[in-house]
Structure formats: C-alpha cells, structure tokens
C-alpha cells in the first residue's frame, strides 16, 4: 500500500498543473487599463460637486445625492459619481439637501468632453487673437514712424517664430514677409494692419463663442479653419518649419473634430443627434441609472 508520502512528487504536480502554479515563481496581478474618464480628471483640477452638504438630515428620496450608511454619510459626486465620507455639519444651514429642480447638475460624459476639447481650442484662438492684435498694431506702428520701430519689430518676430538672422532665413519664412512688408507704401500697410485686426476679431469671436459652448461658434471655427488650409499646404511646400507643422497638424485636428464629434452640417446625425447624447449623460435620469442600489 502506498502511503501519501510516497506521492507528494505526484500530488504537487497536479496541483501545479491544475492551478498553473510553477514553485518558486510567483505570479504578478493582471494589468487592467480603466477607460479614460473626463469627469475624473475635472474633478482633480477643480474640485467634487457635492450637495446637502449642509443638511440636518437626509430623507429616502434623497439617496440619489447622499445618504446615510452605518452612522457614515456618503455624499455622491455629481460629475465624476465619486461617494465622499464627510461628518455632519456641527452647524445646519438648512433641514434637507435641495429639491431636484434647484440642484444645477454639472456636465458629464460627451458634453463633459465637448466642453474640455471647446475650451483647449478656444485658448488657441484666444492665443491668435493676441498675436494678429498685436501683429496689426505693430504694422501701423511702423507705418507711422518706420525708421524707429523696424528693427525692433524685426527681432521681436526672430525670438517669437525661431527663425536665424542668417543670409538663407533672411530671404524666406516669416521674417521675410516682416521684412517686405514694412518696405510697402503706407496705403498698402493700412490694408495689411486692418486685414490682421479684422482676422484678429474673428478669432476673438471664435474664442468667447467656444469657451461657452455655442453651436454658431463651432460652424465659424470649422469654416475659417478649414479656408485657411489650403494655404498652409501652400507654405509648407515652400518652406518646412516645426512652428508650420505644428500649426498644420492642430487646424486638421480641430477641422476633424469638429466634423465628426460636433456633428456639423448633419453630419453623424447631425444637432439632434449630439443632443440626443447630451440628454443621455446628463440630466437625473443618467444619474439614477450610475446610482448603485441602498444596502441594508
């Protein structure tokens, strides 16, 4: 009769098998990649959005935002659905949270993103605002006394665009064209300083328009953007500089955007479709469908 220590070699090496357990090696945790949440990454910028807060107490019909688990309040984060512990105020301001109907529930999901990506491209416009502002100041600045201000402006362009005052960067690139064009006649720089200032407005009304999420402001973005590729390809043949590149890659980017995401000119299914998604991620329906079930 065989007896269980005349099989360990046997018995191990089932449950190695069955387990898929080597001895002596051990095992590392299986790598998991969360999908990237924009609620998330609000939050940590500025802050959870808490309600009842101040509140005696809580009802049953309140469970939604907050309630009470154990001797333990739990608030919920409106955004991000993060549940936070916090004591209850030493000091009441009101008897229960707000109703429903004066609760002002922040972006989630798609709009959420729509909201982050419209601002990014806002503070790009925001950015050619200032510069064509200033572009166009500067031409009837040189147009009014160019012997004083034309090499200063000459310098300032070199250290903006990271071009050389060699021969070669001389006869291309933008401090060519600076160059050429404080050599015209007054009548032509008056053109030119209003053309940048009137370019300069657009983007101005591009920039307000994005940061607060008008629709409007999406079509004059995406037309604008889109007339002025061509001509980037243009320069780019002509002369390759990382600053055009760059340029280049963010408009088809925004243009891209625009059309796919933001649904425009019916495309995708066009507004009815974007605010179908809308309502779908926002609003107390979504926020009952995230809500996890009360324990005992």
Do not use: T
């Given at each position: 009769m065989t007896g269980a220590a005349d099989r360990p070699g046997r018995v191990a090496g089932v449950s190695a098998h069955r387990h898929h357990v080597v001895p002596g090696v051990r095992e590392h945790p299986s790598r998991f990649v969360p999908r990237f949440h924009w609620e998330l990454l609000v939050c940590g910028l500025g802050g959870h959005e808490l309600v009842g807060t101040d509140a005696r107490r809580l009802r049953p019909s309140d469970a939604v935002v907050a309630r009470d688990v154990d001797g333990v309040r739990w608030h919920r984060c409106l955004r991000c659905?993060?549940?936070?512990?916090?004591?209850?105020?030493?000091?009441?301001?009101?008897?229960?949270?707000?109703?429903?109907?004066?609760?002002?529930?922040?972006?989630?999901?798609?709009p959420l993103r729509d909201r982050v990506v419209l601002r990014l491209i806002a503070l790009n416009r925001a950015l050619h605002f200032l510069g064509l502002g200033l572009l166009g100041m500067a031409i009837l600045l040189f147009s009014a006394n160019r012997a004083d201000l034309r090499d200063v402006v000459l310098r300032v362009v070199t250290d903006v665009s990271g071009e050389s005052s060699s021969a070669s960067a001389a006869q291309h690139g933008l401090r060519h064209r600076v160059d050429q064009?404080?050599?015209?006649?007054?009548?032509r720089l008056h053109l030119f300083a209003a053309i940048a200032l009137v370019y300069a407005s657009v983007e101005g009304l591009e920039a307000v328009g994005l940061w607060w999420g008008r629709r409007w402001a999406e079509y004059l973005t995406l037309v604008v953007t889109a007339s002025l590729l061509p001509l980037e390809v243009y320069e780019l043949s002509q002369h390759v500089t990382a600053f055009k590149i760059v340029a280049?890659?963010?408009?088809?980017?925004?243009?891209?955007?625009?059309?796919?995401?933001?649904?425009?000119?019916?495309?995708?299914?066009?507004?009815?479709a974007d605010e179908a998604l809308r309502e779908r991620d926002v609003g107390w329906p979504a926020l009952e469908a995230a809500t996890p079930a009360a324990g005992p």
């Open positions: 659905d993060s549940w936070l512990p916090l004591a209850p105020p030493e000091q009441p301001a009101r008897d229960h949270p707000p109703e429903r109907e004066e609760i002002e529930l922040p972006l989630r999901g798609r064009l404080f050599s015209l006649r007054s009548s280049f890659v963010v408009n088809v980017a925004v243009v891209a955007y625009l059309l796919y995401a933001k649904r425009l000119f019916g495309i995708r299914g066009g507004a009815a």
